[in-house]
Antibody
């Protein structure tokens, strides 16, 4: 059964880089053709899709984050990663990883989420 | 594509019928999903393609569409239905998607 689990530091200092990983179990990220995504929820706000990577490595990012975001896949570790640089308090959020097999179906499988606070 | 969801909060009693509305800024050809999100948990997919109930989702949940306006209806509200409900626009050609602002349902 495919499962996702986010991990990473709970606190990041302003102007530094937020780094999270999403561990995939129950399937191989190297061989399964899926879309792997990051979604966040800032305090008091709604869900925000921030980016997706396909198993081939092609990436899609929300325009609002500009060049600050990078999503990558590590096939040897069976996980995918999020890096968000130059963070500010506005990047404080619960970050979820999620996946779907095709673009014409909505995301049905999510991790439990991890809270990242940007604070000095 | 912008998704406008209303109301932002909703209070109702057990047994009530409640309706949440989501409007798309342009035609999305019913590529619309509804999620239920509870604190500390992952969002749960309820409905896809505007009206297709996901397996295991109680039949008191239903979705409908009229042009760019979409509706989630819960008939016979249960205590476990509290949470925040989101609509989400997706499509058949791009991995990008957009959520509505959410509706917090208080029982």
């Amino acid at each position: 059964q495919l499962q996702l689990q986010e991990s990473g530091p709970g606190v990041v200092k302003p102007s530094e880089t937020l780094s999270l990983t999403c561990s995939v179990s129950g399937d191989s990220i190297a061989t399964s053709l899926r879309y792997w995504a990051w979604i966040r929820q800032s305090p008091g706000k709604g869900l925000e899709w921030i980016g997706t990577i396909f198993s081939t490595g092609k990436t899609y990012y929300t325009p609002s984050l500009g060049s600050r975001i990078t999503i990558s896949v590590d096939k040897s570790k069976n996980h995918f990663a999020l890096k968000l640089n130059s963070v500010t308090a506005a990047d404080t959020a619960v970050y979820y990883c999620a996946t779907r097999p095709r673009v014409d179906v909505p995301v049905a499988l999510w991790g439990q989420g991890t809270l990242v606070a940007v604070s000095s | 594509i912008q998704m406008s969801q209303s109301p932002s909060t909703l209070s109702a009693f057990v047994g009530d019928r409640v309706t949440i509305t989501c409007r798309a800024s342009q035609n999305i050809n019913n590529w619309l999903a509804w999620y239920q999100h509870k604190p500390g948990k992952a969002p749960k997919l309820l409905i896809s393609r505007a009206s297709i109930l996901e397996s295991g989702v109680p039949s008191r949940f239903s979705g409908s569409a009229s042009g760019t306006e979409f509706t989630l209806t819960i008939s016979g509200l249960q205590p476990d239905d509290f949470g925040t409900y989101y609509c989400q626009q997706y499509n058949s050609y791009s991995p990008m998607y957009t959520f509505g602002q959410g509706t917090k349902l208080e029982i």
